[in-house]
């Protein structure tokens, strides 16, 4: 395929020793159809595809022609997935390779769902099309949320199909990245217990996400600190959102801090801490209020990895890391607080801040009240509930009306600044599922309206009402599932 792409590869993971990866390509597909294209990413990247045929571009995204410069690989990893330690790598996905754009951005480039791997322990190596359209979807929103998280690129169907409970339509994700380093990464490398090889993957990564650090001579420490201070942010976003993850296992925590691996994510509707989604979570591991803590462990199980580096003294080297990692706690709650109070328009000190916006958390858990069209109608959107009719929710506004005066700003000013944070559009469980299942009849109109809609989630352009309603009242509880 001639270049009209403008891809431009370098791939320095692949040049990584042989315990990083396995070298191996996408394995072919029968019949690859193109189902969906992200223009504006393929912009963002610098690449034009507007010169390639269908078919191509079909064959393309399915991995059936690898562009030029390409160095495809599997990535080794591990994980602890809901608490219990595997070696695992990527069993349905291929790095095919690192794009640079001209403004020198890496990007990795990765097919999610391209055949068996040596790390498929069993899979089948391939995905269906529901749960890639939905990666497509979330991660999009997650995007335009103002939120780091990798993206979606395009969504190929293979024309084969396969099995899981039912037989499904497969199809290929293509994955983009700022890198696939997870905290597993280096609990494969750690559990290898090759220090040359550590000492690598903490010079890699350093260069490819913390270069501020590079001639650090306390360099584990430093990225330790820099990672913590990355996923913190990072959670606190998806509170500010509603977003619960699902499935934080620790290969599925980057160390850019983006988000990734979009299997049962879904975000909360109506406020309740304990939320969870996914079928496969029975204890609520992962429930929203649960996803600082657990970030924490999988933090703790990242610093374990850095011990050698930390210090020559083991017992120095446990006692430093367990500082930092007990710093967490109070790096997240101040980054939390400051969160909620921008999503109140909250500016300045007062001491009773935290009070008031716990008593607002508490009463909408009792009310049932939906968390994103909560703090709409606190910025005076035309949001119809009856539940703000309820004596303790005016009681409340009237005191976050008093505290309100204490920001030395009009209420104009104190509006428009809490519409920067405060989502009017979510992708709602039910518009999503919507779309899945009209895809799933070779409809896309859903799709594409839902995508159009969610890229102007705080702003939207056109009347969006439909996508602020919750939910028909349904018995059965929602339900995620891990898509593999
Ligand atoms: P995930 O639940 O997507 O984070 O995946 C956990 C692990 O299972 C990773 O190593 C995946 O590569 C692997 N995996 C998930 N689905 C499949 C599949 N269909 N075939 C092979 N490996 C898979
Ligand atoms: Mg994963």
């Given at each position: 395929m001639k270049n009209y792409i403008n891809w431009n590869f370098d791939n320095s993971y692949s040049k990584l020793p042989e315990a990083f990866k396995e070298i191996i390509k996408p394995v072919s597909v029968l019949n690859p159809e193109l189902v969906i294209l992200n223009e504006d990413l393929a912009k963002e990247l610098g690449l034009d595809f507007s010169k390639i045929d269908k078919n191509e571009l079909s064959a393309l995204f399915a991995g059936n022609i690898l562009p030029e410069g390409t160095s495809s690989i599997a990535q080794a990893y591990a994980g602890h997935q809901f608490g219990h330690f595997t070696m695992l790598g990527d069993g349905r996905a291929v790095l095919i390779g690192e794009h640079v754009t001209n403004q020198k951005k890496r990007y990795d480039i990765q097919f999610k769902g391209s055949g068996r791997t040596s790390f498929s322990r069993g899979g089948d190596g391939r995905a269906a099309l529901g749960p890639m359209l939905r990666e497509y979807i979330i991660s999009e929103a997650i995007h335009s949320l103002n939120i780091p998280t990798t993206r979606s690129l395009a969504v190929t169907k293979t024309g084969e199909k396969v099995v899981r409970e039912n037989l499904l339509e497969g199809a290929i994700l293509t994955r983009v990245a700022s890198s696939h380093i997870r905290v597993g990464t280096f609990q494969y490398i750690a559990a290898k217990q090759n220090i040359d090889e550590l000492k690598m993957l903490v010079d890699y990564t350093v260069d490819r996400?913390?270069?501020?650090?590079?001639?650090?001579?306390?360099k584990a420490v430093d990225l330790l600190n820099l990672v913590i201070e990355k996923q913190c942010q990072l959670i606190v976003n998806w509170m500010r959102v509603g977003f619960i993850h699902g499935v934080m296992n620790t290969d599925n925590m980057t160390i850019s801090g983006e988000t990734i691996d979009y299997g049962p994510c879904a975000f909360m509707d109506?406020?309740?801490?304990?939320t969870v989604f996914s079928s496969i979570d029975k204890f609520g591991r992962y429930a929203f209020s649960n996803q600082a803590p657990i970030a924490k462990w999988n933090l703790a199980r990242f610093a374990e990895c850095l011990i050698p580096l930390i210090d020559k003294n083991e017992d120095q080297a446990i006692k430093t890391a367990t500082q930092i990692i007990d710093n967490f706690q109070t790096i997240y709650e101040q980054k939390w607080l400051d969160m909620m109070k921008s999503k109140l328009g909250l500016i300045g000190d007062n001491k009773d801040d935290l009070k008031l916006i716990n008593s607002l958390l508490n009463w909408m858990k009792e009310s049932k009240a939906d968390y994103t069209n909560t703090f709409c109608y606190l910025t005076d959107m035309p949001i119809k509930d009856e539940?703000?009719?309820?004596k303790r929710f005016i009681e409340w506004v009237q005191a976050w009306n008093n505290r309100s005066?204490?920001?030395?700003?009009n209420k104009e000013n104190q509006i428009q600044f809490m519409k920067k944070v405060?989502?009017?559009?979510?992708?709602r469980n039910h518009k999503v599922e919507a779309a899945l299942s009209d895809a799933d009849k070779n409809n896309y109109e859903t799709l594409y309206k839902l995508l159009s809609v969610i890229q102007?989630?705080?702003?939207?352009?056109?009347?969006?009402s439909e996508y602020q309603s919750l939910a028909p009242i349904s018995k059965e509880k929602y339900q995620t599932f891990c898509g593999t």
């Open positions: 996400h913390y270069p501020e650090i590079k001639s650090s001579t306390t109506q406020y309740d801490p304990k539940i703000y009719n309820d005066t204490l920001n030395n700003s405060n989502p009017v559009i979510i992708p102007n989630p705080y702003n939207p352009k056109v009347d969006v």
